[in-house]
């Protein structure tokens, strides 16, 4: 196979449309200090939620997951749209699935994010067509160390990136036919948490072997050299200049770097064709390492940050990268992809932290979108509806916040911070607007016993000297931040408010036991609520 990496000035002049019939497309756009996502012109904040695997085959179960997320204040919901349910035989193509979770879609006012589950899922070839899978001639495998074929499509196959590259174009061009002046769909996700699982990480079929052997292609190394400062600190410690080929240039990471490069070539091949059709914002997901996993343990060559920057040369169509994030040191992950160029944009994540990790993602991050995953298993019993109420109401609150959200952060007037009871320290401190806010779990009084083991807020200046606060589980002191004076700070007011559509109205004015005395904000240890804090600054005698 000829490998070939097409300059992103050749892409074609259909990929780097931004307007179909007159209709502007969604994109990525930096917003003052933020990167948001742009629909119809405005800036739009996802409230998401991405559905389990199994949870989009068929047309009917749109009529009952969509209602139920809508009621459950999401506002957009990631669904996998498979190859071999749109291409069950080859050539001939059948739509009206994802027709139809459209249809109910706008019906429920919710936005969708196509998640394509082409030749890749989670590493795994298992939503490729039969006619695919059954052919390993013209669809070659994946070959282990031990020689063994695996159940994963080679990256190096010519026909597969053909075919996958056919079917994904001819989804984007009906997606532009169908829904190019409604856009209902705002995003896709090109293929899913690839890489190769198996010993070693990396293929060995005879054709991966002998481009393993030769020199590092060239323009891999001059990206390298071109871009040294954005590279991570893992893939510059594994760059040799004096090498040629695989092994010589990058040593012990080689095998990984050499995957990534191969899948970056396919998948940049498959998002092309695709934006030649219908030029949508595209992202890849990754599935993260746990602590001590070695590449092929997790999947290996996908675009994890610390080797980013080889699909950065690799594939110039993908827009963005994500992590889909399980681990609990979620704000790492957050930020090394943030740090790496990337707009924040969670995919996947668990649902059962999804309240606590929407706050930082949103708030302190400055994310466009966060998704806790297999939303449509919320159900009305035992330990899903306990997760849904926290999710659910905290989706409530912020989607009568989102303009609050997105100005915030587009000025950098937002901050945001979450506290479990494993936190390795007993509080944390934000500064915003010359204020310090520094949080602790909420405790009873006067046992001073944890009331729960999780909270978390995000902090808006709407105004100077006021604070909107959305959270839950946190008391919360003001102090004046030391590097603007040497003043002290005051509490002039706190007020639960909610929005009425016209604007915040007061629910209650907390004050005496509900504000220790004016001294603190008491949150509800339970539920999401929204408050009104205006803070003085003053000079004592």
Do not use: C
Request: cysteine-free.
């Amino acid at each position: 196979m000829k490998r070939v990496l097409v300059s992103a000035v050749l892409f074609g002049f259909a990929a780097s449309l931004s307007t179909v019939s007159g209709q502007q497309l969604p994109m990525i756009r930096s917003e003052g200090s933020a990167q948001q996502l742009i629909v119809q012109g405005k800036p739009f904040l996802i409230l998401g939620g991405e559905l389990g695997n199994s949870s989009a085959g068929t047309a009917a179960q749109a009529d009952v997951i969509l209602p139920k997320l809508a009621n459950l204040h999401f506002n957009t919901v990631l669904m996998p749209v498979a190859w071999d349910q749109i291409e069950p035989a080859e050539g001939h193509f059948d739509f009206s699935i994802p027709d139809h979770w459209i249809d109910v879609a706008r019906q429920q006012h919710l936005h969708l994010v196509f998640l394509w589950f082409g030749s890749w899922k989670n590493a795994f070839s298992e939503y490729a067509p039969a006619w695919v899978l059954s052919d390993t001639k013209r669809f070659p495998r994946a070959v282990s160390a031990e020689g063994l074929p695996l159940e994963i499509l080679s990256p190096l196959g010519e026909e597969t990136v053909r075919a996958d590259s056919r079917a994904f174009a001819a989804l984007m061009r009906h997606l532009r036919e169908r829904d190019a002046q409604q856009q209902t769909v705002l995003m896709v996700q090109v293929e899913n948490e690839v890489g190769y699982l198996g010993v070693g990480g990396r293929d060995r079929s005879d054709a991966a072997n002998r481009l393993f052997r030769q020199q590092v292609p060239r323009e891999l190394m001059d990206y390298l050299q071109s871009h040294a400062a954005q590279i991570s600190p893992e893939l510059a410690a594994h760059v040799n200049g004096a090498g040629h080929t695989w092994q010589e240039v990058f040593g012990e990471a080689a095998d990984e770097i050499f995957m990534a490069w191969e899948y970056g070539l396919f998948v940049n091949q498959v998002a092309k064709a695709g934006k030649a059709e219908y030029s949508l914002p595209m992202y890849m997901n990754a599935q993260l390492p746990a602590e001590f996993e070695q590449g092929g343990e997790y999947p290996s060559g996908g675009p994890h940050p610390a080797f980013q920057a080889v699909y950065r040369a690799a594939a110039p169509s993908i827009d963005f990268y994500s992590p889909d994030i399980y681990w609990p040191n979620f704000g790492y992950w957050v930020n090394r992809y943030k740090g790496a160029g990337n707009p924040v944009f969670v995919p996947e994540a668990r649902l059962d932290r999804s309240p606590w990790n929407a706050l930082y993602a949103y708030g302190e991050a400055r994310g466009f979108g966060f998704s806790p995953f297999d939303v449509d298993s919320i159900s009305s019993e035992g330990t899903r509806q306990s997760e849904a109420a926290g999710i659910a109401d905290l989706y409530g609150k912020l989607s009568s916040m989102s303009g609050h959200i997105l100005r915030a952060q587009s000025a950098g007037k937002i901050r945001g911070l979450v506290l479990h009871e494993s936190s390795p320290r007993p509080s944390q401190t934000v500064s915003l607007g010359g204020f310090l806010f520094r949080a602790t779990l909420s405790r009873s009084w006067p046992a001073k016993q944890l009331l729960t083991p999780d909270g978390g807020m995000m902090v808006i200046e709407s105004a100077p000297n006021e604070f909107l606060v959305v959270g839950s589980g946190l008391t919360v002191t003001f102090l004046r931040d030391p590097d603007i004076d040497q003043q002290m700070a005051g509490i002039a007011s706190i007020e639960q408010v909610s929005d009425a559509g016209g604007g915040w109205v007061t629910e209650r004015r907390l004050n005496g036991d509900q504000s220790d005395q004016g001294r603190e904000l008491l949150m509800d240890a339970h539920k999401f609520q929204v408050y009104r804090v205006r803070l003085f600054a003053y000079t004592p005698h």
